[in-house]
T-cell receptor, first 118, second 112 residues
């Protein structure tokens, strides 16, 4: 199957600092990628849709100035959590749909990044 | 927007028994319904999916049924095994490449 990677897999940072998370599609091109946030024992909540070459689309309640998304190439999207605070501690997962396959709706998830803000 | 409800939130079964998880959705435009299994700290893994032009799909011990009229779909796991223990999520999407809206999840525990 298609492979989506994320880096780093986990990160611990101090309150007030910024953290960048990378999401890469390794064997296909992704014009769209999705960023989800998952708090402990909760479901995946869509934060934003990352579009290659254009601005990201944010879900209601997600601050675009706090969660900066850049989709500069067809294989890489980055999420930067700016001025992180303890309440931003969560599991961040990206996904990308792979076009041109029989199961074209299938999305491939990255392994996730666990962010802990002290 | 789409709203997906999932029940039950926890489910405990004896090994060998069947497990059923149910989801309802609100957007009649949704046409793709995947089910994911997620183990602690891992990514969701697709276990089965169904498109709106099909009423039922089966893959070994796993089956999914879809009732478009009632806007609900269900996951059926037969002959459960301890390794089936995980959190299961249903989701809905309106089409190719579109975002997924997830249900709240079901924690399945299979007791040996």
């Amino acid at each position: 199957g298609a492979v989506v990677s994320q880096h780093p897999s986990w990160v611990i940072c101090k309150s007030g600092t910024s953290v960048k998370i990378e999401c890469r599609s390794l064997d296909f091109q992704a014009t769209t990628m999705f960023w989800y946030r998952q708090f402990p024992k909760q479901s995946l909540m869509l934060m934003a849709t990352s579009n290659e070459g254009s601005k990201a689309t944010y879900e209601q309640g997600v601050e675009k100035d706090k969660f900066l998304i850049n989709h500069a190439s067809l294989t890489l999207s980055t999420l930067t959590v700016t001025s992180a605070h303890p309440e931003d501690s969560s599991f961040y997962i990206c996904s990308a749909p792979r076009p041109g396959r029989a199961k074209y709706n299938e999305q491939f998830f990255g392994p996730g990044t666990r962010l802990t803000v002290l | 927007g789409e709203n997906v409800e999932q029940h039950p939130s926890t489910l405990s079964v004896q090994e060998g028994d069947s497990a059923v998880i149910k989801c309802t959705y609100s957007d009649s435009a949704s046409n793709y319904f995947p089910w994911y299994k997620q183990e602690l700290g891992k990514r969701p893994q697709l276990i089965i999916d169904i498109r709106s032009n099909v009423g039922e799909k089966k893959d070994q011990r796993i089956a999914v049924t879809l009732n478009k009229t009632a806007k609900h779909f269900s996951l059926h796991i037969t002959e459960t095994q301890p390794e089936d223990s995980a959190v299961y999520f249903c989701a809905a999407s309106t089409g190719a490449g579109n975002m997924l809206t997830f249900g709240g999840g079901t924690r399945l525990m299979v007791k040996p």
